[in-house]
């Protein structure tokens, strides 16, 4: 008699509830309305006045107004502040005052009543308002900073996108309403201030020797959203484009040597720019500027664009080679959007990808032309096309274009589908048209629509009218269905020719057949004869085709999607993918094919088309690879593997296996950096020793600690390409008497890059007693509040702390929620403190904690987490037996 594996039986159990599960139904939207359009503003005078003693504001401001329809009332954006002195002032001079001023505070909007109706043609709004210069990163806040001698104060910053800018003056705060601006700062006469505009005057205060008054000029037509103003003391330095437009980088006083590089970067960026669009940048000037508590890591406001301090400042003694590419990535992004943004907007937020999509595409572009040695694109498919792909895999993903209506549910598109996703497509789109056909339809979009909104069929006509190409009929398949689609390639021989059948469905990671999408798909082949080559370019319009190559044999390895540019996966038979294998090994597969199969392999693993045993084996081909960006590719897997076999008693031998994996290659790199060595093998180095040091091998191991005891002592600095991983290395074994010298470190660091470096860290360590102290230290006022979430994340990002970090939030969660008004942070958090679980049992305790407890803007984030919590558990008890039995036996 034989029994049933009851793991078999629990597999079958949990395949069955992961594929009935069809997205998991989200909560009702919140009711919500747009602005009345009888009413539009035409341009905005403000005058705002910060209190950096007692974190307070005052403004005042009159709005020009178009009444279309003749009303008896007002509707505009306001949150948290109090208005005062609220009046209307007709062509006639005649003074309206409302009779009633309702506040919804749910809506974030006022409604002015008047007595008699305000008639068509134009007015002028007056109004006067108070506010606090809130901790919250949103809206006018405070950010702390210390003086020269010490003394704690603060700056006051806006950050505005997406609905922020009705917390600093009322506005009609709504992409498409667009207006001029006149911003007048008063603030102290020793402070720096700086708006979008130039500077046109700067008086003393009329009553008030302390303080000065500062006039800013008239913006063009622009968004609230992009509005910004900052006061505080900085130092900064300057230089002039090769197009004229002064460009200037604001750091904290006494750092501006850390803003040449960022500086250098943006001044070849402008004319590049203007170069590639064939339009000039419109403004006079262009400010970046470094905050020191931001919540996102960048924000785009026109000619004046803020960022963390980690994203601007190079130390060159102190700042990784990995954070210097970052830092020109992001700089490259800024910028793109003073085109794509800012210039022309998008109509709603429902088109946001039109903004992103296009700024992380183009920030590739720019950074490959100003430096080449990054081979940025190659490293486009692990940093954003793989990331894309693993988030629009699950049924709770969503189209690029998502409708969005309350304000909470803006923050939740801000992800990886609007940004990674947009940005692929539009890789996948100039691809296929070309790059000239595709600057020229850029050309084209930027210049009938500037200073004005956009829908995402505006930018398609535009790319069609310079290609004659059905672009809108390809990309609406792309922008309007969620997921995409997995191209089934099988092959038979007619006599010399080969022919394939390509066959699509839509790909999701708990291997169920998908709904019936289809997509135009833009397929490229390639073959042993010539690798880098395209042979064959067709559009798979319909669910299946035939394909046939001449004069390719059945002996012969055939490639779909070379270069990893189509936005899809591709699942060959084992025969092609077997004849593709040794390719990959033999390094004859260029570097994006190599991790583009590897990739799309893992993906069927995951989605349970394909046994866990058979990506281990074809991970051994790797051994003897060199490539930065393969490496990161099996990283990527490793890493997965490893949050789902850290639920096992067997995790020891997988660590095993990854020493082995990475033995090869950290043998060759060695510790020390090489005589003309290149920007992505130092990359790798850092990568490689990482991982080393994270499985337990004992001479990495032995290493860091020595080294780290070293730089301790300052008798030899450790490299900063070296310090993330032997941190994460040493504090992986850390006793009390390690922490403490760390957390010494990270209150003796003076760059914020380090302090993260040394702050992420610290959830490495595997002592439970260690594990809470790190937890409280992230909520402690020794940590930024914009840096907390990172903190508690990098615990939760491991075995021992994952339980520990989810405790802690449940138990802590309204505290956070208060702390950040839920966003974009909270978001985050969310997500990686929940989607590491794999069983039944956690799934069913984070949806009766998140049922219990609504935070707004978190919604579709839960259900993501949950979908993944629950493919995990069924991958775990698919695979973990056959799994357990091939690391046995090596």
Known sequence: MTFASSTHLLTTLLLLLVA???????????????????IKPTHYKITLQPNLVKCVFHGSQEVDIEIKEASKQI????????????????????VLVPISTEISTSNEMVTLAF??????GSAKLSVSFDGELNDKMKGMYR????SANGEERYSAVTQFEATDARRCFPCWDEPALKATFDITLVVPHDRVALSNMPVISREPHESDSNLQVVKFATSPLMSTYLVAVVVGEYDYVEDTSTDGIKVRVYTPVGKQEQGKFALEVATKVLPYYKEYFSIAYPLPKMDLIAIADFSVGAMENWGLVTYRETCLLVDPDNTSASQRQWIALVVGHELAHQ???NLVTMEWWTHLWLNEGYATFVEFLCVDHLFPEYDIWTQFVTNAYIRALELDSLKNSHPIE??????????????????????????????????KDFRTGMNIYLTRHQYGNTYTEDLWAALSEASSKPVGDVMSTWTKQTGFPMISVASHQDGDNRVLTLTQQRFLADGSSGDGSLWMVPISISTEKNPAKTIKKVLLESKTTQVVLEGVSENTWVKLNPGTVGYYRTRYTPEMLTQLVPAMKTKCLPPLDRLGVFDDLFSMVLAGHTSTVEVLKVL???????DYTVWSAVHNCVAHLNQLLSHTDFHPSFAAFVRQLFSKIGQKLGWETKHGETHLQTLLRSLVLGQLGLYGDEAVVAEAKKRLAAHVANTKTLPADLRSPVYKTVVSQADEKTYDQMIKLYREADLHEEKDRISRSLGATRDPNLIQRVLQFAMSNEVRNQDTIFVIISVAMTAPGRSAAWSFFKKHHQELVDRYEGGYLVTRLIKYITENFASEEMAAEVEAFFRDRQIPGTERTVQQS???IRLNAAWLLRDQDSIKKYLSEL
């Open 620 to 626: 051994r081909a790797f051994e003897d690879e060199t």
């Open 402 to 435: 998502v409708p969005v209506g309350h304000p909470s549910e803006v923050d939740e598109i801000f992800d990886d589908i609007s940004y990674s996703k947009g940005a692929s497509v539009i890789r996948m789109l100039h691809c296929y048209l070309g790059d």
């Open 20 to 38: 009935t599960t069809t997205a998991t139904k989200m909560p009702e939207p919140k009711p919500f309305e747009r602005l009345p359009e009888n």
């Open 866 to 868: 949950l979908e993944t």
């Open 75 to 94: 509707k505009f954006n306001s949150l948290d502040l109090t208005l005062r002195d609220v009046k209307v002032m007709l062509p006639s001079k005649e």
């Open 339 to 341: 085109w794509f943004g």
């Open 115 to 120: 007595a008699e109706t305000l008639p068509i």
């Open 143 to 146: 950010s702390k900073y210390s």
